[in-house]
T-cell receptor
Framework: GENVEQHPSTLSVQEGDSAVIKCTYSDSASNYFPWYKQELGKGPQLIIDIRSNVGEKKDQRIAVTLNKTAKHFSLHITETQPEDSAVYFCAAGGTASKLTFGTGTRLQVTL | DAGVIQSPRHEVTEMGQEVTLRCKPISGHDYLFWYRQTMMRGLELLIYFNNNVPIDDSGMPEDRFSAKMPNASFSTLKIQPSEPRDSAVYFC?????????????FGQGTRLTVV
């Protein structure tokens, strides 16, 4: 089955700096790569996703890149703000509709 | 839409007792997923349904776990008997697949503590 690895497990950045979270996946059949943000006491919420026919996608301060050859994808957050502090999960999904999640990255944005 | 609704939000039970977690997916969604979240193992998929039919239950840890979806608007995850190692946050999620994978919407979760 699919295996998703995520790094780093914790990340601390100063407000205004950029944050990058990286994931690798194992199943070449995976074609859908969403990123979820989880705030304390809440369920994960989708923030951006990318499909295998696209190499990069951007939504305001958030961007995701995908390298299908290397089987890795990354989340980039620019101009970080305190409200970006949360746990971020990458995931990979294929034709079976189920998602395999990474282990999460706890992002702390300090003032 | 109110989103995915889970109940209860918190459950504390004694070891050996039966626990039932409930989920109401978003109306019109044809996929329903049950996940378990722990510090050690992260988010694990336990089972998922398509059009009320269980498709993949390979993530269900033991026979003590069972899940049902009697209709499109309701699903349960049951643990009988419960054990302390079952303590975790259990999430239900739903999605509507069109030609390809789409966003899964998560509920608020049920925090289960087995003492």
């Amino acid at each position: 089955g699919e295996n998703v690895e995520q790094h780093p497990s914790t990340l601390s950045v100063q407000e205004g700096d950029s944050a990058v979270i990286k994931c690798t996946y194992s199943d070449s059949a995976s074609n859908y790569f969403p990123w979820y943000k989880q705030e304390l006491g809440k369920g994960p919420q989708l923030i951006i996703d990318i499909r295998s026919n696209v190499g990069e996608k951007k939504d305001q301060r958030i961007a995701v890149t995908l390298n299908k050859t290397a089987k890795h994808f990354s989340l980039h957050i620019t101009e970080t703000q305190p409200e970006d502090s949360a746990v971020y999960f990458c995931a990979a999904g294929g034709t079976a509709s189920k998602l395999t999640f990474g282990t999460g990255t706890r992002l702390q944005v300090t003032l | 839409d109110a989103g995915v609704i889970q109940s209860p939000r918190h459950e504390v039970t004694e070891m050996g007792q039966e626990v039932t977690l409930r989920c109401k997916p978003i109306s019109g969604h044809d996929y329903l997923f049950w996940y378990r979240q722990t510090m050690m193992r992260g988010l694990e998929l336990l089972i998922y349904f398509n059009n009320n039919v269980p498709i993949d239950d390979s993530g269900m840890p033991e026979d003590r776990f069972s899940a049902k979806m009697p209709n499109a608007s309701f699903s349960t995850l049951k643990i009988q008997p419960s054990e302390p190692r079952d303590s975790a946050v259990y999430f239900c999620a739903s999605s509507k697949r069109r030609r390809m994978n789409t966003e899964a919407f998560f509920g608020q979760g049920t925090r289960l503590t087995v003492v």
